[in-house]
């Protein structure tokens, strides 16, 4: 297997960019949670956020980016 087909594997085929990350849902759906340095916020492609503007996926990341920031 070389480095292409292990990248596609692994991703599920879905190329990120910058600004932009891929969570895993409860059901194993894939979510992509991105970052608008423009307007300074969050947004998410689940239902959740498209209905609350909030989603636990971007509470989650951006926690995750906190402690790493502490550390």
Sequence with gaps: MNLLDKLIETFDGEI???N???????NGV?????WDPYHRH??????????????????ELSESFRKRIQN
């Design 42 to 59: 969050y947004s998410c492609g689940c239902k959740g956020y498209k209905f609350r503007r909030k989603c636990r996926h971007i509470t």
């Design 30 to 34: 894939h979510y992509t949670v991105e």
């Design 16 to 18: 990120m960019v910058d």
């Design 20 to 26: 932009q990350w891929r969570v895993n849902g409860s």
